[in-house]
């Protein structure tokens, strides 16, 4: 979702609502830490990877340090599965954890310290999950109401700076929708 055309398409198709994610992540609002920001929104196409997280979902990353070795890793970590007696942090934070539970298929890491290390903006060991595609601004982190008015405000290119007009805003969508 990059602009009010993406979520026009969706509704036309039947949808009655999306989902956002990464686009808030990088604003100047959010609370994550620079760096984390900074990867999420410089991120190309070729830098996201799909995998199996530890929850066993499909899960999609920026490519970093930790996830390259983790990635290439991974068959060796397949083959060695097995379930643990208890968390090996004893942080128990998933309902059902592939590391712990000893889940052919899963993740084979502990989400925590991966998830930790990238809300410090740890770029070499974080993991960060990001969505698909180009930000609504590109790699520039915007403010809330700019990404709100792009998500609203129809014929705006993708990747176009953040300086819009504010005098479009939330009505565009409005005045286009019941067209």
């Known amino acids: 979702m990059r602009r009010a055309e993406d979520i026009r398409h969706l509704q036309s198709l039947g949808a009655a609502a999306v989902q956002l994610g990464t686009p808030f992540v990088a604003t100047e609002e959010c609370d994550a830490h620079p760096e984390f920001k900074r990867v999420l929104a410089e991120a190309g196409d070729d830098e996201v990877v799909e995998f199996t997280s530890v929850a066993g979902l ?7 340090p930790w996830l ?7 068959p060796r970590l397949q083959a060695a599965v097995h379930e643990k007696s208890r968390c090996t942090l004893s942080f128990d934070c998933l309902a059902q954890c592939g590391l712990r539970d000893g889940l052919p298929g899963w993740g084979q890491f502990c989400i925590d310290q991966r998830l930790a290390a990238a809300l410090r903006g740890d770029v070499a060991k974080g993991l960060f999950f990001r969505g698909a595609g180009a930000l609504p601004f590109g790699s520039e982190i915007a403010t809330v109401r700019q990404l709100l008015e792009r998500l609203l405000t ?3 290119a993708p990747g176009t700076p953040s300086e819009l007009p504010s005098s479009k805003g939330a009505g565009a969508i ?6």
Do not use: W
């Open 174 to 179: 409005a005045a286009t929708a019941s067209s």
């Open 68 to 74: 390259d070795r983790y990635l290439k890793a991974e």
């Open 58 to 64: 499909p899960a999609r990353a920026v490519r970093t």
């Open 154 to 156: 129809f014929g705006v």
